[in-house]
Nanobody
Framework: VQLQASGGGLVQAGGSLRLSCAAS????????MGWFREAPGKEREFVAA????????YYADSVKGRFTMSRDNAKNTAYLQMNSLRPEDTAVYYC???????????????????WGQGTQVTVSS
Protein backbone atom coordinates (compact mmCIF):
# COMPACT_ATOMS: atom_id res chain seq x y z
CA VAL A 1 0.00 0.00 0.00
CA GLN A 2 1.28 3.44 -0.93
CA LEU A 3 -0.17 6.83 -0.10
CA GLN A 4 0.87 9.99 -1.94
CA ALA A 5 -0.08 13.30 -0.36
CA SER A 6 -0.02 16.50 -2.40
CA GLY A 7 -1.47 19.99 -2.56
CA GLY A 8 0.45 21.76 0.15
CA GLY A 9 1.99 25.17 -0.28
CA LEU A 10 2.33 28.72 1.02
CA VAL A 11 -0.86 30.70 1.54
CA GLN A 12 -1.85 33.86 3.36
CA ALA A 13 -4.05 33.74 6.43
CA GLY A 14 -7.67 33.43 5.41
CA GLY A 15 -6.79 31.55 2.25
CA SER A 16 -7.59 28.02 1.15
CA LEU A 17 -5.78 24.88 0.06
CA ARG A 18 -6.97 21.45 -1.01
CA LEU A 19 -4.85 18.46 -0.09
CA SER A 20 -5.12 15.16 -1.93
CA CYS A 21 -4.08 11.66 -0.89
CA ALA A 22 -3.81 9.18 -3.73
CA ALA A 23 -3.85 5.55 -2.60
CA SER A 24 -2.62 2.43 -4.34
CA UNK A 25 -4.84 -0.23 -2.78
CA UNK A 26 -7.58 -1.74 -4.93
CA UNK A 27 -9.96 -2.03 -1.98
CA UNK A 28 -9.64 1.66 -1.09
CA UNK A 29 -13.25 1.89 0.09
CA UNK A 30 -12.51 -0.67 2.83
CA UNK A 31 -10.02 1.67 4.53
CA UNK A 32 -10.53 4.35 7.12
CA MET A 33 -8.66 7.43 5.91
CA GLY A 34 -7.19 10.05 8.18
CA TRP A 35 -5.31 13.35 8.03
CA PHE A 36 -2.80 14.29 10.69
CA ARG A 37 -0.38 17.19 11.01
CA GLU A 38 2.92 17.79 12.69
CA ALA A 39 4.27 21.24 13.48
CA PRO A 40 7.92 21.83 14.44
CA GLY A 41 8.53 20.78 18.02
CA LYS A 42 5.06 19.31 18.42
CA GLU A 43 3.60 15.85 18.34
CA ARG A 44 1.63 14.58 15.40
CA GLU A 45 -2.01 15.50 15.90
CA PHE A 46 -5.31 14.38 14.49
CA VAL A 47 -6.99 16.63 11.94
CA ALA A 48 -9.78 14.63 10.30
CA ALA A 49 -10.94 11.13 9.42
CA UNK A 50 -13.54 9.55 7.21
CA UNK A 51 -15.22 6.17 7.60
CA UNK A 52 -14.87 3.23 5.25
CA UNK A 53 -16.97 3.73 2.15
CA UNK A 54 -17.47 7.39 2.87
CA UNK A 55 -19.96 9.80 4.33
CA UNK A 56 -19.28 10.18 8.02
CA UNK A 57 -16.41 12.45 8.91
CA TYR A 58 -14.71 13.43 12.16
CA TYR A 59 -12.70 16.55 12.93
CA ALA A 60 -10.42 18.00 15.53
CA ASP A 61 -12.08 20.89 17.34
CA SER A 62 -9.39 23.25 16.06
CA VAL A 63 -10.42 22.73 12.42
CA LYS A 64 -14.13 22.03 12.71
CA GLY A 65 -16.12 24.36 10.46
CA ARG A 66 -13.05 25.30 8.41
CA PHE A 67 -11.79 21.97 7.04
CA THR A 68 -13.77 19.37 5.11
CA MET A 69 -12.61 15.83 4.43
CA SER A 70 -14.01 13.74 1.61
CA ARG A 71 -13.14 10.69 -0.46
CA ASP A 72 -13.67 9.53 -4.02
CA ASN A 73 -13.61 5.75 -3.97
CA ALA A 74 -13.63 5.56 -7.78
CA LYS A 75 -10.39 7.57 -7.87
CA ASN A 76 -8.79 5.97 -4.79
CA THR A 77 -8.28 9.45 -3.39
CA ALA A 78 -9.04 11.27 -0.16
CA TYR A 79 -9.18 15.05 0.11
CA LEU A 80 -8.88 17.74 2.74
CA GLN A 81 -10.37 21.09 1.80
CA MET A 82 -8.90 23.71 4.11
CA ASN A 83 -10.56 27.13 4.28
CA SER A 84 -9.99 30.16 6.50
CA LEU A 85 -6.44 29.03 7.14
CA ARG A 86 -4.59 30.41 10.12
CA PRO A 87 -0.87 30.66 10.89
CA GLU A 88 -1.34 27.97 13.56
CA ASP A 89 -2.37 25.54 10.81
CA THR A 90 1.22 25.59 9.56
CA ALA A 91 2.55 22.02 9.65
CA VAL A 92 3.45 19.00 7.59
CA TYR A 93 0.20 17.22 6.77
CA TYR A 94 0.13 13.45 6.50
CA CYS A 95 -2.56 11.15 5.19
CA UNK A 96 -3.00 7.72 6.74
CA UNK A 97 -5.03 4.58 6.12
CA UNK A 98 -6.06 1.45 7.93
CA UNK A 99 -8.57 -1.35 7.40
CA UNK A 100 -9.07 -2.40 10.99
CA UNK A 101 -9.71 0.72 13.03
CA UNK A 102 -12.76 1.04 15.19
CA UNK A 103 -14.36 4.42 15.80
CA UNK A 104 -12.61 5.02 19.11
CA UNK A 105 -9.23 4.66 17.38
CA UNK A 106 -9.77 7.14 14.53
CA UNK A 107 -8.17 10.09 16.35
CA UNK A 108 -4.93 8.42 17.36
CA UNK A 109 -2.02 8.12 14.92
CA UNK A 110 -0.98 4.84 16.58
CA UNK A 111 -3.64 2.72 14.92
CA UNK A 112 -3.01 3.69 11.32
CA UNK A 113 -0.89 1.15 9.48
CA UNK A 114 -0.10 3.10 6.31
CA TRP A 115 1.22 6.66 5.95
CA GLY A 116 1.95 9.04 3.14
CA GLN A 117 5.13 11.10 2.91
CA GLY A 118 3.62 14.40 4.08
CA THR A 119 3.03 17.72 2.39
CA GLN A 120 4.05 21.09 3.84
CA VAL A 121 1.38 23.70 4.52
CA THR A 122 2.62 27.16 5.49
CA VAL A 123 0.20 29.93 6.39
CA SER A 124 1.62 33.44 6.61
CA SER A 125 0.09 36.14 8.77
Amino acid sequence: VQLQASGGGLVQAGGSLRLSCAASMRTFRDYVMGWFREAPGKEREFVAAIKRGGGTTYYADSVKGRFTMSRDNAKNTAYLQMNSLRPEDTAVYYCAADRSLILSEYRSPNGYHYWGQGTQVTVSS
